[in-house]
């Protein structure tokens, strides 16, 4: 092993995405997908020395679990969901086997339930929908720092 961290034919280990992922198929199982984000975090902080503002912290779980959520809710199947750091950020991805697309209801102050999607998006730097050869992937960026702006989504003003 070198000074980079790495052997002989091996990546250095600082160029390595930091990853998790699981496969959830009950609906049981959706406070496991949130301590499955949690617990990432946590290790990003103490094993990466990468910094994770309680606001990320809070909002990356409150998305996997409404991503998951939804998954289990309107896809047959299991569902997966993928983190990922990258530039300052974590990238939620959860993948289910509907083909149907999403959509976001509009606002009414009197409907019960049925806004996690938008809050979702509200939350996320950016959000993406898209088909997959089987079923759909939905896709939400996080940043890991509070916004020196104070805008809670990390978002730059327009």
Not at 7 to 17: K, S, Y
Not at 34 to 40: E, G, N, Q, V, Y
Not at 129 to 153: C, F, L, N, Y
């Amino acid at each position: 092993m070198d000074l980079a961290g790495q052997t002989e034919g091996q990546e250095p280990l600082v160029d390595r995405p930091i990853t998790a992922g699981a496969a959830f198929e009950g609906s049981a199982e959706i406070a496991e997908a949130r301590a499955l984000a949690r617990d990432f975090l946590v290790s990003v902080q103490a094993v990466h020395g990468l910094p994770v503002s309680a606001r990320a912290m809070g909002m990356v779980q409150l998305v996997v679990s409404e991503l998951v959520t939804n998954a289990r809710k309107y896809a047959p199947g299991p569902c997966l969901l993928d983190l990922e750091i990258s530039d300052g950020a974590v990238r939620i991805s959860v993948w289910d086997s509907s083909t149907a697309l999403p959509s976001v209801q509009a606002a009414d102050p009197e409907r019960i339930g049925q806004h996690g999607l938008e809050i979702a998006m509200a939350v996320s730097q950016t959000f993406c929908v898209q088909r997959e050869p089987v079923g759909k992937r939905i896709t939400a960026v996080i940043e890991m720092a509070d916004d020196p702006g104070g805008d809670p989504s990390g978002r730059q003003p327009s």
